[in-house]
């Protein structure tokens, strides 16, 4: 697409040129910014809406699983500027920084966690969003982020962000053009991420059906008695974890010990952290996440390793199949035995009690076997969409920032043309 006639130096070093008719202005000349209560309301089981920065994603406001707060707290917090106008922006300002979406329906007050961008008679709701959405805007708010545990943004931070602003007419044709442009990469994205999904649930469902059914499905049945897993073939037999695996928590190694490289790695709660210069374990493991998010994540070890306290090593008491029992452990969902707190962790002695469906060990073969073909498989696949949606969402931060900086001249764009 043709570029702009005439350019001019914006006045700003790290932004360089910009359409010589557009200028170069702070978000706080364009737009009123407030952001939302700083006093968390009680939450009631019905009432009005008062919704968070979790309730804005998918560049859309989502009612559906919102809070409730009486009456009498919501007119409150009317009053106090907590409910945003119609056509005004909300943009995160923590955690999830950067997110953004229009009202189009204003029956809700918003919590301090979003910043309430009103914009004025200089700028669109609709190019305001996209300018949140470009490159030049997010790099800006990543800049500015602070916080440790929870990140975050100031209004002060985001009154100051530059954003470019060309004449209101112009304004509505780029809005326009990236309404349609967009709209087809999001369309693709939404196809491509629901395969991932339904790739993922496939996954889950044969993992699920190989280790508690087995791969003869004309082997007579019998009920295993616990309910999750419901029946298991007739020969196969229900014992506790400890009488097949011994857990016990991998060693305190400081992250001073841990290197880049070197000879044997270091697996903690989510996989290889790094390398050791000697190890304390040896053999096929199957290693179970102890602490935090990471609770109940499955990785499996082999050869010469380390593995640190975040992690729990399962060593053998008989002989078993690796990727089976792996398998097995993975989609019993062990992050529900972990114990709540400040930093949860997983109750070991809990799972030693649970019982597992155990089949000869030919056969644990024969499942490990399979399963670790067709998981490399669906793996690859979907690591492969993985990829392309990564791409895909980087070329839609570029088309959005070339059109909202002025890279590319849409003066002349009709609605329904046909763009490369």
Not at 166 to 175: D, G, K, M, R, T
Not at 285 to 291: A, D, K, M, P, S
Request: glycine content about 8%; charged content about 20%; proline content about 4%.
């Amino acid at each position: 697409m043709k570029q702009y006639e005439a350019y001019k130096d914006s006045g700003i070093q790290w932004l360089g040129e910009i359409p010589s008719h557009w200028a170069a202005l702070k978000l706080k000349h364009v737009c009123a910014i407030t952001d939302g209560t700083h006093f968390s309301p009680a939450t009631k089981s019905e009432g009005r809406i008062y919704i968070t920065v979790s309730n804005v994603y998918d560049n859309k406001i989502h009612l559906e699983n919102a809070l409730r707060i009486s009456e009498e707290d919501f007119q409150n917090l009317v009053r106090q500027g907590c409910q945003p106008k119609v056509g005004d922006v909300l943009l995160a300002k923590d955690g999830t920084v950067g997110r953004s979406a229009i009202v189009v329906d204003n029956d809700f007050v918003a919590l301090s966690s979003l910043g309430i961008l009103s914009p004025g008679k200089q700028i669109t709701s609709s190019y305001l969003k996209y300018c949140l959405d470009s490159l030049f805007l997010q790099e800006q708010m990543n800049a500015a982020m602070a916080g440790s545990a929870l990140r975050r943004i100031t209004i002060s931070k985001i009154c100051e962000f530059i954003g470019l602003l060309p004449p209101l007419a112009e304004q509505e044709v780029i809005a326009a053009y990236l309404d349609q442009k967009v709209g087809k990469i999001d369309a693709i994205l939404s196809e491509k991420e629901a395969m991932v999904e339904q790739l993922q649930q496939y996954r889950k469902s044969l993992i699920s059906e190989t280790v508690t059914r087995g791969l003869d499905p004309n082997v007579p049945m019998k009920d295993s008695g616990i309910d999750w897993i419901g029946q298991i073939p007739q020969h196969w037999s229900m014992v506790r974890l400890k009488y097949v695996s011994s857990l016990q928590s991998g060693s305190n190694l400081t992250s001073e010990q841990i290197e880049g490289t070197g000879e044997y790695p270091v697996f903690g709660g989510n996989g290889l952290r790094g390398y050791y210069h000697e190890y304390n374990t040896e053999g096929d493991r199957v290693l179970i996440g102890r602490q935090g998010a990471l609770c109940g994540n499955i990785n499996f070890a082999s050869g010469k390793f380390w593995a640190t306290e975040h992690a729990v090593v399962c060593h053998p008491i008989k002989q078993y199949n690796v990727i089976w029992l792996g398998s097995l452990l993975e989609i019993m969902n062990l992050n529900q035995y972990s114990i709540a707190s400040a930093q949860p962790g997983l109750s070991v002695d809990r799972i030693k009690q649970l019982e597992i469906p155990l089949p000869p060990f030919e056969e644990q073969e024969k499942i490990g076997s399979l399963i670790e073909k067709k998981d490399s498989e669906l793996k690859q696949t979907i690591s492969e969409l993985q990829s392309q949606i990564e791409d895909l969402k980087a070329y839609k931060s570029s088309v959005i920032t070339e059109a909202v900086t002025g890279k590319v001249d849409l003066r002349d764009w009709k609605l329904g043309e046909v763009t490369a």
